[in-house]
């Protein structure tokens, strides 16, 4: 009987287990996580800060789902160590797993810039629910929220709690809002439409101090303006989760490196999900690490399932506006593009040398998203990208 053992107890992690049950009935398969929840989504986290959605109705996974299918799930352990040659993983309650196949689903942690002040009470990241507990818990009572950060969580997160009577600030480095999502000129639109809607944004531009005694009272921009806060929020980006594959002695880079097998330098472990780098790219996005542990699961039990990468497309919704982009964005316009424009609805159709579509941004209307997602899935040869957010 073989021993899986899965670190992770994301949408990686938990469709890599359900896999390799599928392709092994008899295996063992012990899921450890630092959550004390079983697989929920992180991406309703948002409607969650809203007042949208109980806690309860983030999860995906019943714990009954995981006894249904012979899978131990072990919540509220830290894996921290591990010992290739006698293939154990320890944690740091004292455990001690052993495994003949491993697959390291760690995913990632957000990152804090150096920013002075950043510890002050009353400044938080978002990426899990003890995340999203402790923000609810400081924003029922209103007040000024500075977001740092304009991509896609902070505006969703500020759009939330913008809803719960929170006065919103955003701080943004880089030049535009969704400098994933958006080229220059959508981005510009959307900031009016949301300026609209009552945020306010400082961009091109980054904090310098986070102020406050005991609890926070404001940021100060690198400038020398000061903005008042009750809570601030950084939505700075994620770093992946390498600690244990680095104590495992694994090839890192920007993520584990893995083959299309999602096999790590090491054939016995696995990697997928937020934590895993195939092929130079660290995605980051729910359809890859679905896609991933799809495939890792399978390989994991003697299969042969190739990963081959997975086309960036994003839909979301940020103040009720729809926004929709998929591949090939070309912000540096350095392709053909026909775009449309109105006061409320931004379109570009991006085409390469060959004149194939090969990418799009639908801001304000994105009924056409279906067919354009087709169309550009078709022409690269794949199957249709699939949006991250549904």
């Known amino acids: ?228 806060a009750d809570v601030v929020i950084m939505a700075a980006g994620i770093r992946p989760n390498l600690e244990l594959a680095r104590r495992l002695g694994l090839q890192c880079e920007q993520g584990i490196v893995v083959d299309s097998l999602l096999r790590s330098s090491r054939p016995e472990i696995f990697a997928a999900g937020d934590a895993a780098e195939h092929n130079g790219v660290v995605y980051g996005i729910w359809p890859a690490a679905m896609e991933q542990g799809r495939a890792a699961g399978t390989n994991m039990t003697g299969g042969r399932l190739e990963y081959r990468g997975t086309t960036v497309a994003n839909r979301l919704k940020v103040a009720g506006i729809d926004l929709a982009s998929v591949g090939e964005i070309d912000p540096e316009n350095r392709y053909r593009a026909e775009i449309e424009e109105t006061d409320t609805v931004y379109k570009k159709r991006v085409y390469d040398d060959d004149g194939r579509l090969v990418g799009c941004i639908l801001l304000g209307d994105i009924s056409d998203y279906g067919a354009v997602a087709r169309e550009i899935g078709e022409k690269g040869g794949g199957e249709p990208p699939r949006p991250c957010r549904e």
């Open 1 to 228: 009987m073989t021993n899986y053992l899965v670190i992770g107890n994301g949408v990686a992690g938990t469709t890599a287990a359900e896999y390799i049950r599928k392709n092994d009935p008899a295996g063992k398969i012990t899921i450890l996580s630092e959550e004390d929840l079983p697989f929920y989504s992180r991406i309703r986290l948002i409607d969650y800060l809203g007042g949208d959605v109980e806690e309860e109705r983030l999860i995906i996974r019943s714990r009954d789902w995981y006894g249904e299918r012979g899978i131990e799930l072990i919540t509220g352990v830290r894996a921290i160590d591990g010992d290739p040659a006698r293939r154990t993983v320890l944690t740091g309650d004292g455990g001690e797993f052993g495994y003949d196949r491993l697959l390291l689903a760690t995913g990632g942690h957000s990152f804090v810039p150096p920013i002075t002040g950043a510890g002050t009470r009353g400044t938080f990241t978002l990426r899990n629910i003890r995340d999203a507990r402790e923000i609810v818990s400081c924003c029922l009572r209103g007040g000024d929220l500075v977001m740092i950060g304009g991509g896609l969580l902070g505006l969703e997160a500020g759009n939330a709690l913008r809803r719960r009577g929170m006065n919103v600030t955003v701080v943004e480095f880089l030049p535009r809002l969704l400098p994933r999502q958006l080229d220059a000129r959508g981005a510009a639109k959307l900031t009016r439409i949301m300026e609209d809607m009552g945020f306010a944004f400082h961009i091109g531009t980054s904090v310098r101090e986070i102020r406050g005694e005991e609890n926070v009272e404001g940021v100060v921009l690198q400038s020398g303006e000061q903005i008042p």
